[in-house]
């Protein structure tokens, strides 16, 4: 069926369109407040679906598909997890935001250690924040260069640039309204392929179960209860399940506890009560548009009669989405499918930029003397500057990888999430620990990094324990410090 002209003009329009209700929703703004938590008056079901549309990636929208169809729905373990941590997070963590004025995630470490910690956390968050961002962008352009055809450098300047407009004039306002947009036609398009692929299939849905459970296998099966034969293998090993559940609840605490990238929208809603709401609307969608995209890959296995990737001239389960959106879908509909990645990278690229700016601007700039003096249209101008400097720097990263694939993006992830350990240890220190100071949590974290460092180096343990692994150790050397220097 191919690639059409309508299918480019409805591309063309949705960009376009984006950017200018994005630049024309977040006018009027006096202050950083403003820009970067939307005057603190955002609507609860707003930050929630806009939480979603900022975690969801062109990866998960690609990927997750791949992921049922090579196995099962084992990953749906780890978004069980990822439920739990929010919940966790809604209990703890954002009633201690809410008990002041909190303007950042580290600004919380601030208030309660000192603003050295405040700017050292944030300082590794941005240069994490950074490498992972600019390799998913890099990322991002894989499928929209399988689909559409375009080079490397040409998606992510479509990308990059359209988002950074409205992100730039538009503010976090613009950034959250967009998000709940793009939520939407990314989810229309991927519905719109699973009722296609249904209503293609002989038999419709009886053809799914037919082939996800062929030949004794279960592709259904979300919960893996299989026993491993050493704790090294238990520890290694990807969806087991209680490695799911555990590392989706650390892995979760730290994202939407501890990340800019999350805490700043739910520090934007108006009371403690609504980001709460808001989080949990977020923890219920999550898994239901997670078993969504895995059934949407069991349809996609139907839809090839069971065939494995390889047979069908791909080197990756990742690409067997875009062959259908290229090969199989109607004039108009690939379009819209199309418009749905770029919506899903497009969310998580602004959210990336808004939270870089707001960090760079609140956690370390504006704790200078000279940022302390500046009155309301200075504090604009430099918003809106560390926005400019945080897009062009995270397209242009973007470019550096364009002659690489999958190692890359593999390894900048990781050292994304190796972090996230530390920082969630360090906040569990200002939280639960009362006699805890900023020397014992700089010790902390400081041996949290080291840690991490040597086990993504040396061992083959999963991901889903690095969270866990680098928290523990925070809170143990953090409390020993803290024993020592009495």
Not at 113 to 136: E, H, M, P
Not at 321 to 336: A, M, R, W, Y
Request: proline fraction near 2%; hydrophobic fraction near 50%; aromatic fraction near 14%.
């Amino acid at each position: 069926m191919g690639f059409s002209n309508i299918d480019i003009a409805i591309i063309v329009i949705y960009l376009v369109g984006v950017t200018l209700a994005g630049s024309w929703y977040g006018r009027k703004m006096k202050t950083s407040r403003d820009y970067f938590l939307g005057g603190k008056e955002l609507h609860w079901w707003l930050v929630g679906f806009s939480i979603v549309a900022s975690e969801t990636s062109t990866l998960t929208f690609i990927s997750v598909p791949g992921l049922a169809y090579k196995g099962n729905m084992h990953f749906l373990q780890l978004a069980i997890g990822y439920f739990i941590g929010r919940l966790l997070v809604s209990f703890f963590m954002i009633p201690a935001y809410y008990k002041g004025e909190i303007e950042t995630a580290y600004d919380f470490l601030g208030k309660r250690f000192g603003t050295s910690l405040r700017k050292f956390t944030s300082s590794v968050f941005i240069i994490t924040r950074v490498l992972a961002s600019g390799v998913r962008l890099f990322a991002t352009a894989i499928p929209v260069h399988l689909i559409t055809g375009l080079d490397y450098a040409t998606s992510i300047l479509i990308i990059g640039l359209f988002t950074l407009v409205y992100t730039y004039i538009g503010g976090l306002k613009a950034v959250v309204s967009m998000d709940v947009v793009q939520l939407i036609i990314y989810l229309g398009g991927a519905v719109a392929s699973m009722a296609i692929i249904i209503n293609s299939l002989p038999n419709g849905w009886s053809d799914v179960i037919y082939y996800a459970t062929k030949d004794g296998i279960n592709k259904f099966e979300i919960f893996n209860l299989s026993s491993p034969n050493s704790f090294y293998e238990f520890i290694t090993s990807p969806y087991t399940l209680i490695g799911g559940f555990i590392g989706g609840t650390f892995l979760t605490m730290a994202s939407h506890g501890t990340d800019q990238l999350l805490v700043q929208r739910l520090l934007a809603c108006k009371s403690k009560k609504e980001s709460q709401k808001a989080l949990m609307l977020d923890a219920s969608f999550i898994v239901l548009q997670f078993a969504f995209f895995l059934i949407l890959g069991l349809c996609l296995y139907a839809f090839y009669e069971a065939k494995p990737f390889t047979e069908l001239g791909l080197t990756s389960s990742d690409e067997i989405f875009p062959k259908f959106i290229i090969e199989s879908l109607p004039v108009g509909v690939s379009g819209l499918v199309v418009a749905g990645v770029l919506a899903s990278a497009m969310g998580t690229l602004s959210s990336s930029i808004s939270s870089l700016a707001s960090s760079s601007f609140l956690d370390l700039f504006k704790q200078t003397n000279y940022g302390k003096s500046i009155n309301e249209n200075k504090e604009i101008f430099y918003s809106k500057f560390f926005t400019l400097f945080w897009g062009i720097v995270l397209i242009g990263g973007a470019m550096l990888f364009t002659d690489n694939k999958n190692p890359v993006v593999e390894i900048g992830l990781k050292i994304a999430s190796f972090t996230y350990g530390g920082l969630l240890g360090t906040f569990f220190l200002g939280l639960f620990f009362t006699k805890i100071k900023e020397r014992d949590a700089f010790v902390g974290f400081i041996s949290a990094l080291i840690v991490m460092s040597i086990i993504i180096l040396t061992t083959k343990i999963d991901y889903t324990w690095h969270t866990l692994i680098g928290c523990i150790s925070t809170i143990l050397v953090g409390n020993i410090s803290s024993k020592l220097n009495k």
